[in-house]
């Protein structure tokens, strides 16, 4: 039952033991200052002596930097090195480095308390080994730092039974202040001790993830390839020799690991390798990137090192499912793009990779849940969810771990991961130190926790954290070295651990919500941002269905709404906010390649004509399945077709214009005003409609030119009718005259007997129409 406290905390890791001892000296700095600036007093009452601060089993910092080897067998010799520093300001005289063996403890929770002492304890720390396994120093100058390093068989280390000793390095010394030899820093560290196998090895499953930020915007060029565009050139540094994810394939290749995979991660390496421009700093203009071999090499590599085995991919992007089933949940479609990312993930391995991964586990930020996070975890397909133990807290007090399958409900599996091992490494792992007193704490809490119940076999999960630097990498890769190469554990992967039999006294019973932790909770992206991803994704969606080739557009818009999602956002709200602005913008700017052209009012030349009304598309693509709408906003004036509006199809090829023409009827004069507006084929707007007038004249000053024109050319033929017949009369009345007799005698009088007259001529005019203008005429823009 001692160990039913084990659970619900995890054990401080070196580098927050680094961080008390700073934050310790950072208290005592004002304190000081306020005892300086106390009331006047004696001196000694006030300020401390430089003599009285040289004493104390903190005077001198011991830094433990190296232990070898991690788990020590009979035969072998342990090899511990580091430095000594005086922080005092008074020398210390006749100093040596010295080490102590504690008792072996009795459970986890004494390794916990242990690593969390400050300064020597008599009894609790040991006696020092002593004889000649020291390192001696005539004196310690106040602030150099000296190296030491004692060598020393294990077997005068007098260790017992199997189990974890606490293992002290101290330095020993006299101070003006004491001028006898007493114990002024001390480094503790755990010492596994367990020379031969054990009956029973606990199963270890150890996640290996394969992470990064996001990388790539979504832009592309143009070109028939797409050629991506990246936000920088980080991940080839990462890819890089020496770089984050070089060295976690690297390590991860020689280690019996369960690799977890982000599919994100392949597509956006690969993307590399078939050249790829660099966003400049003004976010318009792009370079080009020069690191596709180290890309190339990266994915031969990986693609050599999960050969044969079973990997899991998470869904494409990595989802930060708390996020989602807190905020998201709440906004029309959120959770679809969960499903989409999880079968787009599959497809990225399965394509790059040449293996089919296992999509059956769910992984919540730090292994934290609650019911509704089950729920979201679950939605894609999932069944099994990775919690860990400092969220599935034990309440049946048991006195062992257990195993770390267990039914959840709904039939889904949780797979606990121990809290303790999974934090192991987080922190700055790159100073010596901390690295050192990761692995041995690591490896201790592995063997104590197979020593609670040595005849029962368990299976353990080990999850760290998802994003490993390189040095966190290299602190892992050691202690599971030595781990897979100790006497109690065996490796095992993560679809077996699942699979496990559940312990029938482990916690089954998921965490209320109001237990999720608010720092966590803190990080999460908000409800704002999953409407913004609503807004793009429906945005994309009514782009998507006038495009003759929609793959160029939907699958890299489609990839960087999942990026939205990610869980490498948490704690970078600004970074996030930043992204998805960019992804819709960047969107935005797309659909509006596609517009109606602005015009100016259209005139009407008499009671009809047709207005033409321009589509552009600088696309490189075609469009269609669009249609043009121009619609009158008084049809009793004026008519569009054989009503309020009339509508024609639109099919445009990439980087071309389109003229669309309308018929128009007006029925009285005066403007009136239109509007042309865009429409895909299921009715939905596209774009901004254009809006004109379109003025209605029965009589332009053009038709009164043309009018007074004919009027004029009427009045010169009636004239020319007229003088010809005066003339023609003329001529006749002369001939008369001729044929009359001496005495002058006229003609007949009887106009019946008179000789026919000439016909009028024919008029070289032809009537004046009073038929109304044809349609069609020119319409002025």
Do not use: C
């Not at 990779?353 to 292994?367: C, I, N, Q, R, Y």
């Amino acid at each position: 039952m001692a160990e039913a406290a084990d659970f619900p905390g995890t054990s401080p890791s070196p580098a927050r033991r680094w961080l008390r001892r700073t934050a310790a000296l950072l208290v005592g700095t004002p304190l000081l200052a306020g005892l300086l600036q106390a009331p006047a007093g004696p001196a000694h009452a006030t300020v401390p002596s430089a003599a009285a601060e040289a004493s104390g089993s903190t005077t001198v910092d011991v830094s433990l930097d190296a232990l070898t080897p991690t788990l020590p067998g009979e035969d072998d010799t342990l090899t511990v090195s580091g430095t000594v520093t005086n922080n005092s300001r008074q020398p210390v005289t006749g100093a040596q480095v010295g080490l102590r063996v504690g008792p072996s403890f009795s459970g986890r929770s004494e390794i916990d308390r242990a690593a969390e002492r400050r300064g020597f304890q008599p009894g609790s720390d040991g006696s020092e080994v002593g004889g000649k396994y020291v390192d001696k120093f005539d004196k310690l100058v106040p602030g150099v730092r000296q190296d030491f390093s004692i060598k020393v068989p294990v077997k005068a280390l007098d260790l017992g039974s199997d189990g974890v000793y606490q293992l002290g390095v101290t330095l020993t010394g006299q101070t003006p202040a004491q001028g006898y030899p007493q114990v002024l820093g001390i480094e503790r560290t755990f010492l596994p001790w367990q020379p031969g196998a054990a009956e029973t090895k606990t199963k270890t499953a150890y996640l290996w993830p394969l992470i990064s930020d996001t990388h790539l915007t979504a832009k592309t060029e143009s070109d028939e390839q797409q050629t991506p565009v990246f936000k920088n050139d980080d991940l080839a540094e990462e890819l890089a020799p020496g770089g984050r994810l070089q060295q976690l394939l690297a390590l991860g290749s020689d280690l019996d690991v369960t690799w977890v995979i982000d599919p994100d991660l392949l597509a956006t390496v690969e993307a590399m390798t078939k050249g790829y421009q660099i966003q400049n700093d003004d976010g318009k203009t792009t370079r080009t990137g020069k690191h596709q071999a180290v890309a190339t090499e990266w994915l031969n590599d990986l693609e050599a090192a999960v050969k044969g085995k079973k990997i899991v991919a998470l869904p494409f992007a990595d989802p930060d499912l708390a996020s989602l089933a807190h905020n998201g949940r709440a906004v029309s479609g959120s959770l679809s793009h969960l499903k989409d990312a999880t079968e787009a993930g599959v497809r990225a391995v399965d394509t790059i990779l040449h293996v089919k991964p296992s999509t059956d586990f769910a992984w919540p930020a730090e292994g934290a849940i609650d019911p509704s996070i089950v729920d979201v975890s679950t939605s894609a397909g999932a069944h099994t969810v990775i919690a860990r133990s400092d969220s599935l807290r034990e309440t049946s007090g048991l006195p062992y771990s257990p195993n770390a399958a267990r039914p959840i409900g709904g039939g889904t599996t949780a797979v606990v991961a121990d809290a303790r091992l999974s934090t192991a490494f987080q922190g700055d792992m790159s100073e010596a130190e901390n690295s050192t007193l990761a692995v041995q704490e690591f490896v201790a809490q592995s063997l104590m926790l197979n020593l609670q119940d040595p005849g029962r076999q368990r299976s353990v999960v080990v999850a760290p954290q998802r994003m490993p630097s390189a040095s966190q990498a290299q602190t892992m890769a050691k202690a599971l070295t030595a781990l897979q190469g100790g006497q109690w554990s065996q490796p095992e992967d993560l679809t077996a651990a699942a699979k496990e039999k559940p312990d029938p006294r482990a916690t089954t019973r998921v965490p209320s919500a109001g237990a999720y932790p608010t720092s966590l909770r803190r990080q999460e992206l908000p409800q704002s941002a999953f409407e913004s991803i609503r807004d793009t994704q429906g945005m994309l969606e009514r782009f998507q269905v006038i495009l003759t080739d929609e793959d160029r557009v939907v699958t890299p818009f489609g990839r960087a709404i999942d990026r939205e999602m990610s869980t490498s956002w948490r704690g970078r709200p600004a970074e996030a906010s930043t992204y998805r602005g960019s992804v819709e913008s960047y969107l935005r700017e797309l659909t509006e390649q596609v517009a109606l052209i602005n015009r100016s009012d259209a005139k009407l030349s008499g009671r009809s004509a047709t207005i033409p009304v321009s589509v552009q598309n600088n696309l490189v693509q075609g469009v269609e399945n669009l249609t043009l709408r121009l619609y009158s906003q008084n049809p009793t004036r004026l008519k569009i077709g054989d009503g309020q509006f009339e509508e024609h199809p639109v099919k445009i090829a990439g980087g071309h214009s389109q003229s669309v023409k309308f018929t128009t009827t007006a029925n009285a004069n005066g403007p009136v005003p239109v509007y042309a507006q865009l429409y895909t084929e299921d009715g939905q707007l596209y774009g901004d409609a254009v809006h004109f007038e379109v003025n209605a004249t029965e009589v332009t000053p053009t038709v009164m030119l043309v009018i007074a024109g004919g009027l004029l050319l009427l009045v010169l033929a009636g004239f020319r009718m007229y003088t010809q017949r005066k003339r023609a009369a003329r001529r006749l009345a002369e001939q008369d005259g001729q044929e009359d007799g001496p005495d002058g005698e006229a003609g007949t009088a009887s106009g019946e007997d008179d000789p026919e007259q000439p016909s009028d001529p024919t008029p070289d005019t032809g009537p004046e129409s009073t038929d109304p203008s044809e349609t069609g005429e020119r319409v002025d823009r």
